[in-house]
């Protein structure tokens, strides 16, 4: 743990939500890693369970309790809002780190003072067993830009970034109830490149009944809201601007035919709407 007299290397936010068994695990994973020079922010979203009491009873963290349930949006800004480090983490409260995490992260991130973000590969695990991740979310270095405009391909959990890159490019957007780290990835690569490590130092546990993609039909419906932002925020190049445009157009589509089977007359129209606004001109598709 850090020195609470310095300036900590590493801020770790853990955003939470009446998971106290997830979390006590997660912060164990914490615990258990090799480099040291860490402080710990648990946001908790309003638990309604032990979470409050257990986190008080635990001196190593700096805890913060949200007034109303808000989202993992508003919790994560909170935390970072809040965190001292030069380098911000954040780890899910129902995903672990490997031991390795942090300073495998930390000593390529100081060797290489130009890199803004890092990211690595990750185990899955599902109801407990593990499984093999599909192909559409292998993970990727360089320049991903276009990676991830389908969907998420950097999990929160996996990542670190230079304190300084946020004041840049803005923090998470309060207005999305999911899909907020497929905003922000897609506003950072847009001008940066992510590191890879190949490692799978990330365990990322899904399946259960909380998860953000169980409570939301069509979280394409997010997706669009944050590509529209992006092509209106005039951060994109020409090459940037057409993928986008195309992934949008991609997206709505999709919500039409959902809607339309659920007799949303109002809402095809919507998208439809989209479509128009955003189609590109002729001859500009190949470029």
């Known amino acids: 743990m850090a020195d609470q007299n310095n300036i900590p290397k590493v801020s770790i936010i853990v955003p939470t939500y009446n998971r106290i068994d997830f979390l006590k695990e ?6 258990e890693q090799t480099f040291r020079d860490y402080e710990v922010i648990v946001i908790d979203d309003a638990s309604a369970d032990e979470t409050e009491e257990f986190c008080r009873s635990t001196p190593e963290i700096q805890y913060i309790r949200l007034q109303q349930n808000e989202g993992v949006s508003k919790a994560r800004n909170v935390g970072i809002r809040s965190a001292l480090g030069h380098y911000i ?3 899910d409260s129902d995903d672990l780190w490997q031991e390795k995490k942090l300073e495998a992260q930390t000593t390529w991130m100081e060797s290489h003072p130009d890199c803004m973000a890092i990211h690595t590969d990750e185990i899955w695990i599902r109801n407990g067993r593990r499984v093999n991740p599909m192909n559409r979310h292998a993970k990727y270095g ?5 990676h991830c405009l389908p969907l998420c391909v950097v999990s929160p ?3 670190m970034l230079r304190a300084t890159l946020l004041e840049k490019v803005g923090l998470f957007d309060e207005s999305l109830p999911a899909c907020e780290d497929y905003d922000l990835w897609l506003r950072i690569s847009a001008s940066y490149p992510f590191h890879y490590l190949t490692e799978k130092l990330t365990v990322k546990r899904g399946g259960h009944e909380d998860q953000l993609s169980r409570k939301y039909w069509g979280m394409d419906r997010f997706r669009v809201h ?3 932002n992006l092509l209106e925020s005039g951060i994109l190049n020409s090459r940037q601007r057409i993928a986008t445009a195309q992934t949008l157009q991609e997206k709505c589509r999709i919500l ?3 809607f339309s089977k659920r007799g949303k007359t109002s809402e095809v129209l919507e998208y439809q709407e989209i479509i128009e606004k955003y189609t590109i001109p002729v001859g500009l598709e190949g470029e």
């Open 26 to 31: 997660c912060l164990q994973s914490i615990e």
């Open 89 to 91: 983490c954040f780890l």
């Open 157 to 159: 959990s996996s990542v």
């Open 226 to 228: 944050s590509l529209i």
């Open 256 to 258: 039409i035919l959902g």
């Open 142 to 146: 360089g320049y991903i830009f276009e």
